[in-house]
């Protein structure tokens, strides 16, 4: 089965950079800050660390959930999270909000697959409460986006949007 929109929509996501690039049919569209794990990068499922590699985008959880909503287990728990500004504030959770993408690796041993597989790791790009700490590794292990930034991205990709996550 063909995927033509997998060349029409693209995420780069540079860990040493802290940034997310969204491309278009090649082209540059935006850049996001982003959050990813504060113990830095690995693939063993547990390390609580980002992932690397092409990862597809498999399943999308959020659709019109009001911004800053919390999910637990992908549903929404109907509270709204207090969106933390501060890059000193911290919250007491690690919470999943507004929007979730969850991913699935492509590359057998290294993000797909074993202890390794980012899928069954619940690897997702998702809002934050912690938006203060944008542009740091802040995570478990998952991409973090500011919570308009999620809302925005979310509907532009679809199921299969490639995203490739590097550090360079």
């Known amino acids: 089965m063909a995927y033509p929109h997998l060349c029409n929509h693209l995420l780069l996501i540079n860990i040493q950079q802290q940034r997310l690039y969204q491309l278009q049919d090649l082209q540059l569209k935006s850049e996001y ?19 690397l590699g092409a990862h ?6 959020g659709d019109g959930a009001p911004l800053g909503t919390i999910f637990k287990g992908r549903q929404s728990t109907g509270k709204v999270a207090t969106i933390l500004t501060d890059k000193h504030a911290r919250s007491d959770q690690d919470n999943i909000t507004s ?21 069954q790791r619940y690897i997702y790009l998702h ?16 991409i973090r986006l500011a919570n308009q930034a999620i809302i925005d991205l979310y509907p532009q990709l679809p199921i299969k949007t490639l995203v490739y996550i590097y550090a360079c």
């Open 99 to 119: 929007r979730i993408l969850r991913l699935s690796g492509l590359e057998a041993g290294l993000n797909q697959g074993g202890n390794v597989d980012s899928y």
């Open 33 to 51: 800050r982003i959050s990813s794990a504060s113990l830095g990068i690995g693939q063993q499922s547990g390390s609580h660390q980002t992932p």
């Open 56 to 61: 597809l985008i498999l399943e999308k959880f």
């Open 127 to 142: 809002g934050t409460d912690e938006e203060g700490l944008l542009g740091t590794p802040a995570s478990h292990g998952c």
